[in-house]
């Protein structure tokens, strides 16, 4: 497998134009996570999603951020409008099942620069 | 009282020591812990799991302290190529992961 594949890798937007960031977790997996990582911050848990379902979207930061599962092998994370204070790395996460196989396999992320 | 702490280091040690740091957590009925490794501008990897009392992977030795309710890393023999920051993660009652803001070690020659 793969791993978990995140797209693009790099995004540079100006302040106000949409964002939409994409993801295919590891087939098989149930679970997806998006998370945000910032310095300040850490990681951040955004919205999770099991068997294609939104769970907890709790951390959201605003209504300017929305997540998708349309279908098992995709997810977007899509952001309008952007702002400056959006940028950040988000990574997209993916698991196998709750208990003992919470663990979370990372993609490589994209780092998003609002200008 | 966060619900995952590290210490943020960053811990600066000499090739060849023994470094361990700690990850304190709240939740007193989590029965398993992970320590992630994040090198820089890159995604977090799992490093080790822990369902027991600990796990040891060469030279990588997690413990866990369920009374004091914390686990630790403990690193011999340290390389360069350790250099990284450590994560730390244990699920809560919903089986989610809570993440530590990370432990920064640097192995210096």
């Known amino acids: 497998d793969a791993g978990v594949i995140q797209s693009p890798r790099h995004e540079v937007t100006e302040m106000g134009q949409e964002v939409t960031l994409r993801c295919k977790p590891i087939s098989g997996h149930d679970y997806l996570f998006w998370y945000r990582q910032t310095m300040m911050r850490g990681l951040e848990l955004l919205i999770y999603?099991?068997?294609?379902?939104?769970?907890?979207d709790s951390g959201m930061p605003e209504d300017r951020f929305s997540a998708k599962m349309p279908n098992a092998s995709f997810s977007t994370l899509k952001i309008q409008p952007s702002e400056p204070r959006d940028s950040a790395v988000y990574f997209c996460?993916?698991?196998?099942?709750?208990?003992?196989?919470?663990?979370?396999?990372f993609g490589q992320g994209t780092r998003l620069t609002v200008v | 009282r966060k619900e995952v702490e590290q210490d943020p280091g960053p811990f600066n040690v000499p090739e060849g020591a023994t470094v361990a740091f700690n990850c304190t957590y709240s939740?007193?009925?989590?029965?398993?812990f992970f320590w992630y490794r994040q090198d820089c501008r890159k995604e977090p990897k799992l490093l080790m799991s822990?369902?027991?009392?600990?796990n040891e992977d060469g030279r990588f030795t997690a413990q866990l302290n369920r009374a004091s309710q914390y686990i630790s890393l403990l690193i011999r023999d340290s390389k360069l190529s350790d250099s990284a920051t450590y994560l730390c993660a244990v699920p809560d009652s919903n089986y989610q992961l809570i993440w530590g803001a990370g432990t920064k070690l640097i192995i210096k020659p």
């Open positions: 999603f099991n068997n294609n379902v939104p769970i907890d």
């Open positions: 939740n007193s009925a989590s029965q398993s």
């Open positions: 822990v369902y027991s009392s600990g």
């Open positions: 996460a993916s698991s196998p099942g709750q208990g003992s196989n919470t663990e979370a396999f």
